[in-house]
């Protein structure tokens, strides 16, 4: 079927499809379905959130023309970011740990975004983490707008908005357990708050990486050390804003081999 013609590569966000994976639910004895967020055009489910907060920046009077925007990063909300910034004509600065891919920073760099590379292994509260960094780069500069993505509820309001609603009609509301890896956790959040509005028996189940600390602060309100991994995108070495726990029912902890292998 014939796509419309679009004004601006801003408006192919959204309404990803949902594909059923027979191979690896073959075992299950209910579908098992994947909201494909990879063909959003900057490549993640990251697009939905950052054109929220910016339009809402915008309208609120928080962000103006030519201004510059200022955020931490693990790679996807910056391609989300700087795609906006791209198209808009702002200039955009992303704080950024040095365990994530070339490829990520070379992507930012491309879209005319500056890069700043920080250290991993430090703590959050660490002024040289990538989250005190951006809030330094921020202060810093004038005219600036930095989205806080980890704390900002209209990180989650992105998806309960848009996510949330494209899940519930896609699957013509017959969903049972939602699914899905946290990170800053507004997607998980917006789309299960959405869905539990609609029928409060749909299950939610996070899924977190060794080394975060959600698992741990979910299942016993323990705050554990935070350790390094590999895996990209999830997991986190605090408690965010945008992560809100009364809607998850389940939390399941992954590893580096699994997330890799699988």
């Known amino acids: 079927m014939p796509t419309k013609r679009l004004n601006s590569v801003l408006e192919a966000i959204g309404w990803t499809p949902m594909i ?16 494909v967020e990879f063909l959003n055009p900057g490549g993640s489910v990251k697009d939905r959130m950052a054109l929220h907060i910016l339009n809402k920046a915008e309208k609120d009077g928080k962000l103006k023309p030519g201004g510059v925007i200022v955020e931490n990063t ?15 004509g702002y200039k955009a600065i992303f704080t950024m740990p040095d365990k ?4 990520k920073v070379n992507l930012l760099k491309a879209y005319g975004a500056k890069v700043v590379v920080t250290a991993t292994n430090v703590p959050a509260d660490s002024p040289d983490s990538y989250y005190e960094t951006a809030k330094r780069i921020a202060r810093e500069t004038p005219g ?23 899940i519930w009609e896609q699957t013509e509301g017959k969903i049972d ?17 959405f869905l539990k ?13 060794e080394g975060s600390i959600f698992y741990d602060w979910f299942k016993s309100k ?11 995108g999830i997991g986190e070495d605090m408690i965010t804003g945008a992560m809100d726990f009364s809607v998850v029912d389940d939390m399941v902890r992954i590893n580096d081999r699994e997330s890799f292998y699988y």
């Open 144 to 166: 600036s707008f930095m989205l806080n993505q980890y704390h900002n509820e209209d990180n989650i309001l992105a998806h309960y908005y848009s996510t949330g609603p494209e």
């Open 100 to 103: 994530m891919s070339t490829e």
């Open 222 to 232: 323990t705050m554990v050390e935070p350790k390094v991994y590999k895996v990209e």
């Open 74 to 88: 693990s790679g996807n909300t910056g391609v989300g970011v700087a795609m906006v910034s791209a198209v808009r």
């Open 20 to 35: 059923p994976l027979h191979r690896v639910a073959a075992s299950l004895a209910m579908p098992l379905l994947a909201k």
């Open 177 to 193: 357990c939602l699914i899905a890896g946290i990170g800053t956790g507004g997607t998980l959040s917006g789309s299960a708050r």
């Open 197 to 209: 509005e609609k029928n409060p028996r749909i299950q939610v189940v996070a899924v977190d990486p």
